[in-house]
């Protein structure tokens, strides 16, 4: 029911704003088209600016930011502001009225917890959440050992001697790149797996299912939780649950100071990565029809697809459990035989990818900054983590049931409101 509620509103709110966005544009031509000229301009005078350095920079991006006024500074003169802030309001309710209408909470089968599960947790993850949470206090409460990772302490050892000495399950409280590695060797023993949320943006939690905003709660996975399982990705035989950065975001993270000041060192790395003898020539790969290339601004090898600028569940993948990698490469890159220009942005997928080099490549493996050796060899290891999900969490992707384009949505909001959508078993998490 309230995903039928959330489907109406958004029908109905969005074909209000809609007219009334219309209608806006009508009252005030030709000023509707001015703004637009003033928001182009913007777009290129930033991209101009962020390619380069020094004076042509600051031009660039001083254009930008006229162009934005000029907008802005039009829309309040013309005395219809108001209308204009309603236009932008009814956006945000018909987005959030639709992200609600595609929320998913799968129903997974209860399994027996295990008699000695462990939970592994850093203290200084996401500011300091394990101990903001008390959540030694809280899984020892549960039945679950806690085994804090201390400074100079391997994560891999302490996990291993934690099976030697019998424990059945495995947690994880911690980032991504910790996750990994707990994952990594659940999924070698065959051992029950619950990821915790207590890391700074938790990207992984959140694709299985997990609510990162219940940091506790997600223990109640190895006392009556459900399972599914999902997949993992490596590269050169190192595991990843998320995914590995090639260029742009990999260059700034090696950089000195890139914590201190992270957006100027990015920006100081564009220019390297795009413009004339960036370092977007030194990567080699081949694309999903066997051609040759090199380069790309960025390249983004990922557990399963994700899904990219999309309104609804950007930024998320729909499954981790559909055996593939997901390849994104973005920037223009260099054609094969032909030696074409190739359109700036391709995703695809495929079971394994290679990227080789002349030399080292930065990487940011899970967010973790590293130097890999090349040739880098990418591949799925389908079905292979058994994963506990907590039964009053989600148990899926935000996207999981979220249609992939504007067609597709509007007709699947319809069928929510009418109460025939598809069924969410269609897109619930595979088990195996």
């Known amino acids: ?42 777009a290129v005078a930033a991209w101009f600016g962020l390619l380069r350095r020094g004076i042509a920079r600051v031009v660039g991006l001083a254009v930008a930011a006229l162009a934005l006024a000029g ?26 009225a639709t992200r609600a209408s595609f929320a998913a909470h799968v129903d997974l089968a209860r399994v027996a917890p295990p008699e000695h599960p462990v939970l592994f947790f850093n203290p200084r993850s996401g500011g300091g959440k394990a101990a903001r949470f008390a959540i030694a206090k809280e899984a020892r409460d549960r039945g679950i050992e806690p085994i804090e990772l201390k400074a100079g302490d391997d994560l891999e050892t302490l996990v291993r001697d934690a099976v030697a ?29 619950a990821c915790i949320p207590a890391g700074t943006r938790n990207h992984f939690a959140l694709d299985l299912g997990v609510d990162r905003d ?6 109640d996975a190895f006392v009556d939780g459900g399972e599914r399982v999902v997949d993992l990705a490596e590269v050169n035989g190192r595991v990843f649950v998320n995914n590995v950065s090639l260029g742009l975001y990999a260059e700034a993270v090696q950089r000195s100071g890139y914590r201190a000041a992270k957006i100027r060192t990015l920006l100081d790395t564009v220019p390297d990565a ?26 983004l090898v990922s557990n399963n697809r994700y899904r990219l600028g999309r309104a609804v569940g950007s930024g998320t993948r729909p499954r981790i459990d559909d055996g593939v990698l997901g390849i994104t ?35 940011g493996v899970d967010g973790e900054a590293l130097v890999l050796d090349t040739p880098l060899q990418f591949r799925i290891r389908p079905g292979v983590l058994r994963v506990r999900i907590a039964q009053h969490h989600p148990g899926s992707s935000p996207s999981a049931l979220a249609p992939e384009g504007l067609r597709d ?24």
């Open 329 to 363: 490469v973005m920037g223009a890159y260099a054609g094969g035989e032909q030696g074409h220009r190739q359109r700036p942005w391709r995703e695809w997928s495929a079971p394994s990818f290679e990227v080789d080099a002349d030399r080292q490549l930065p990487a």
């Open 409 to 432: 949505g509007l007709a699947e909001l319809v069928r929510i409101a009418l109460g025939r959508d598809r069924a969410a078993a269609s897109s619930a998490p595979r088990r195996h």
């Open 214 to 219: 219940d940091v506790v709660g997600a223990l």
């Open 165 to 193: 000495q019998g424990a059945d399950g495995l947690a994880m409280a911690g980032g991504d790149g910790s996750q990994a590695i707990v994952a990594a060797i659940a999924a070698e023993r065959s051992l029950p797996y």
């Open 71 to 96: 907008a802005v500074i039009l829309l309040v003169v013309g005395g219809k502001f108001g209308l204009d802030l309603f236009v932008v309001v009814g956006l945000l309710v018909t987005l959030a």
């Open 1 to 42: 029911m309230r995903r039928r509620m959330a489907a109406v509103v958004a029908l109905v709110v969005g074909a209000a704003t809609l007219v009334l966005a219309v209608t806006v544009a009508v009252i005030h031509f030709p000023r509707g088209l001015v703004v637009l000229g003033c928001v182009v301009i913007a």
């Open 274 to 299: 795009l413009g004339a003898g960036g370092s977007e020539l030194d990567m080699r790969w081949t694309g999903p029809g066997g051609d040759g290339h090199r380069g790309g601004a960025a390249l």
